[in-house]
């Protein structure tokens, strides 16, 4: 009796495979007539009918779809698809073919967003989580009642929690959007986007605040609504603050060494930028000439060899121009002006006018989400950069003897020369360094800038404007200086605009300047001696 039941149970099942196949076969036949009109609302129609088939090239003709990847031949019909490598095949059998005319079935961002919504209900039972996070993700985006089945299959057999919350937080977004919702679901739904707190979740609580009757759904989506909008307010604050720090970094880097050169020799170097810019396109050489295998090693190379170009550089213009205008500093400005120019025709002699292209290392690629805040990698090694280049810096002040003289030599300039120490000697050694140190933030900005001829010009009057808030020749100074400039001006930006902050800061220096001439931290060196 066993035995029989078992043999009809089998008979059953082969049965119901055997017509399972022939009714998956003509899904999936049709799903490929609709592709062949090339007709968006067929096409549309096609990827829904295609993903509820269940066959086994499905997935892949989807994503052929999405990436412009999906052909048909106009006199057969028939739909061919090719992989990633350009290898074609036959949408229906998925065996290798050969077709000599095809044309390619055309997709618009409303057959995207169809075809993302139909890829994340078929993969939301992959076997990695990160996967099936991705396809909940897209359902989410979607908002597919279609798909709504799928998800709660899938979140009933789920174990990864952060693929569970993925998979409610889709359920929601889904429950919130459709009418045929119950109210309570509807407010489960609200709960479960509040604690999400995005821009997504915002603009389906606004929506839904909005076509709601009042009652307790539109009472509840508006408090979350303004839960979320306090939440991101706040987080949209620190995201300024990260991008004032970054900022600060890159105008501590630029304006440190004008703050050495500055301070010691008095001296306005308007050629200060086109260190920067020689630092940029030292990335560039170096990047031309490695080899591959060592590409991820082209930072580390450049920043020494940065410092020694630009280094060198500032020796031959000491030499050749600024020794012969101490004590002249409207001549130093106009002479530095003019080098200024001349390095620029040089570079764009030598390398050309447009843009040079500097890939980052893989270290520096990349990011992090920290709650609503977006750190990236590139941005935090640029402002360790910058830390690590004061901290050096303030070390060979201190603790040198080049250190010891370079001070002397800006508190009272007569009397270290009378000490015996030679104040031509520290003046070209002085200028060398912030020269260097200028190169180094031309290596920094070649990371998060275009690379062009014209680079330093955009940082030169920031620096400036560093300098003389923080006190000419006080590195202390420049670094707060740097911050105080740096932050505010992220801050101003979203209230004033860019152009109507820039001009905010620089009324404020102007009036801060009429109270405090020498800055914040106020040194003796020659150009108050004079």
């Known amino acids: 009796m066993l035995i029989r039941c078992f043999a009809t149970l089998l008979v059953l099942f082969c049965l119901a495979l055997a017509s399972n196949v022939p009714a998956r076969a003509d899904a999936l036949d049709s799903a490929l007539a609709r592709f062949a009109a090339d007709k968006f609302p067929e096409s549309e129609k096609a990827v829904g009918e295609l993903a509820a088939s269940g066959a086994p090239t499905a997935q892949k003709i989807l994503e052929a779809l999405s990436d412009n990847r999906l052909y048909f031949d106009p006199s057969s019909h028939r739909i061919y698809f090719k992989d990633v490598n350009g290898a074609l095949f036959d949408a229906r059998t998925g065996d290798k073919a050969s077709a000599p005319s095809l044309k390619k079935v055309r997709v618009n961002n409303g057959l995207r967003s169809a075809i993302d919504a139909a890829l994340g209900s078929m993969t939301l039972a992959a076997p990695d ?214 390095l620029q025709q040089a570079v764009r002699t030598a390398f050309g006018a447009n843009n040079r292209q500097v890939s980052a290392p893989h270290f520096m690629s990349g990011g992090a989400t920290v709650g609503g805040l977006e750190i990236t990698t590139g941005r935090l090694w640029i402002i360790c950069l910058a830390a690590i280049v004061f901290v050096a810096l303030q070390l060979v002040l201190r603790l040198t003897p080049f250190g010891l003289r370079m001070r002397a030599v800006t508190q009272n300039r007569r009397m270290a020369s009378a000490m015996g120490i030679s104040v031509g000697l520290i003046d070209m050694l002085a200028f060398a360094l912030g020269s260097g140190i200028a190169g180094i933030a031309g290596v920094a900005l070649s990371q998060i800038d275009n690379v062009s001829p014209n680079l330093g010009q955009g940082y030169i009057i920031d620096s400036f404007m560093v300098v003389v808030l923080g006190g000419v020749g006080n590195l202390w100074g420049t670094l707060l200086g740097a911050l105080t400039l740096g932050i505010a001006n992220k801050l101003l930006e979203p209230f004033a605009g860019a152009v109507l902050g820039k001009i905010a800061l620089l009324v404020f220096i102007i009036l801060f300047i009429q109270k405090r001439p020498r800055g914040l931290f106020a040194l003796k060196g020659r150009a108050v001696e004079a």
Request: charged share 15%.
């Open 129 to 342: 989580p990160d996967k099936r996070i991705a396809a909940a993700e897209a359902v989410f985006k979607s908002r597919d009642v279609k798909a709504l089945a799928n998800v709660e299959a899938a979140l009933a057999r789920e174990n990864d929690p952060r693929a569970a919350e993925a998979l409610r937080q889709a359920r929601a977004a889904i429950q919130l959007s459709s009418p045929e919702a119950s109210e309570a679901d509807r407010l489960a739904a609200i709960a479960v986007l509040k604690a999400r707190g995005d821009q997504d979740a915002q603009s389906m609580l606004d929506a839904a605040a909005q076509k709601e009757q009042a009652g307790p759904v539109r009472t509840a989506a508006q408090a979350a609504l303004s839960a979320i909008q306090f939440r991101l307010a706040l987080w949209s604050g620190a995201q300024n603050l990260w991008y004032g720090l970054s900022l600060s970094s890159v105008l501590l880097l630029a304006a440190i060494g004008l703050a050495i050169t500055f301070g010691v020799m008095g001296v306005i170097n308007m050629a200060h930028g086109e260190m920067v810019m020689l630092g940029a396109y030292t990335v560039f050489v170096v990047q031309s000439v490695l080899p591959p295998s060592l590409s991820e090693w082209s930072l580390a190379i450049s920043l020494p060899l940065a410092f020694l170009v630009a280094g060198f550089v500032g020796v031959l213009i000491e030499r050749l121009v600024i020794q012969f205008l101490y004590g002249r500093p409207l001549e130093t400005l106009l002479a530095t002006w003019g080098v200024s120019l001349i």
